[in-house]
Nanobody, 124 residues
Framework: VQLQASGGGLVQTGGSLRLSCAAS????????MGWFRQAPGKEREFVAA????????YSADSVKGRFTISRDNAKNTMYLQMNSLKPEDTAVYYC??????????????????WGQGTLVTVSS
């Protein structure tokens, strides 16, 4: 599967952005998916994950209540709605997919496929 992330940009503190991850290739519903982010000088970290059906999600504590992961299997697209953005949310955001493993995947090594990343910058 090929993944294309988009929707990043510059936003002020407290603002919102919606990231999209469009998938092409094999059947989208075969994949569990997730979002990760990497700030300058830091390791890539887990943000949120979603099951193949979209029925169950899981988010990192740092974004709970502010970010919402979802997917539209009819459009082969996953989303990350980000509200109440903070400067510490500034990072390159990556979408990822996996056809194997448990229902919700939260570590980078569990994902086989990655998008190219989209930059989110939150100004103070």
């Amino acid at each position: 599967v090929q993944l294309q992330a988009s929707g990043g940009g510059l936003v002020q503190t407290g603002g919102s952005l919606r990231l999209s991850c469009a998938a092409s290739g094999r059947t989208f519903t075969s994949y569990k998916m997730g979002w990760f982010r990497q700030a300058p000088g830091k390791e890539r970290e887990f943000v949120a994950a979603i099951t193949w059906s979209g029925g169950t999600t899981y988010s990192a504590d740092s974004v709970k209540g502010r970010f919402t992961i979802s997917r539209d299997n009819a459009k082969n697209t996953m989303y990350l709605q980000m509200n109440s953005l903070k400067p510490e949310d500034t990072a390159v955001y990556y979408c990822a997919a996996s056809g194997a493993g448990r229902s919700l995947l939260t570590t980078t090594r569990e994902y086989a496929y990655w998008g190219q990343g989209t930059l989110v910058t939150v100004s103070s």
